[in-house]
């Protein structure tokens, strides 16, 4: 069976970086449905699902970029920026060296110092974990104050991403948040 081929990318620069984003993987089950149709319009969706075998992580990758396109979400893989291209992806999420095309957003996890000193000419940075979360059971967290010390030096919009939730996000003065079990239970909500 022949795949069709995707929409072809449309440029970012003329929207607004998203202030929320769902982090997908597994753990997400079936709420990922439920958890993309409510989603704010304009948010972001960072496609992970590392451990779906390729073939199914494709399929599902293209039943969410169905959706992250109706719905008007930005929508980014992560993986190489020629995946993303080839997939049709808005962007591609990864750790540097992370070249992409202009017309591709490039967002980098940033854990501490090191890495945000690598993640010069990204367009945005996800930076955790701010808070203790069950992504990484027991790993030490930067807190608001190691959060705004990276923050300060950053030279894109940063994402708190760990243990957030829209609340957390208010006082903590950075572009964004990211989570996935806050989704998750916005999602399992009546």
Excluded: C, N
């Excluded at 319009?41 to 399929?59: D, I, S």
């Amino acid at each position: 069976m022949k795949r069709r081929q995707p929409p072809p990318v449309q440029h970012l620069s003329k929207r607004p970086l998203p202030t929320r984003w769902l982090m997908t993987d597994e753990r997400l089950g079936e709420a990922l449905w439920s958890a993309l149709a409510r989603l704010p319009r304009g948010a972001g969706v960072v496609f992970r699902h590392y451990a779906t075998p390729m073939p199914a992580r494709r399929v599902l990758f293209d039943r969410v970029r169905a959706i992250t396109r109706r719905r008007r979400l930005v929508l980014v893989l992560a993986g190489p920026p020629r995946q993303a291209l080839a997939w049709g992806a808005d962007g591609a999420h990864g750790r540097p060296p992370h070249r992409a095309p202009a017309r591709l957003l490039r967002t980098v996890p940033v854990h501490g110092a090191r890495e945000l000193a690598a993640a010069r000419g990204a367009d945005l940075l996800f930076v955790s974990p701010v808070f203790a979360t069950r992504s990484h059971p027991g790993a030490a967290t930067l807190g608001p104050l190691g959060l705004a010390r990276l923050a300060r030096r950053a030279t894109a919009p940063v994402v708190a991403l760990g243990g957030m939730s829209e609340a957390r996000w208010r006082r903590l003065g950075v572009h964004g948040w990211a989570a996935i079990d806050a989704w998750r239970a916005v999602a399992t909500q009546p």
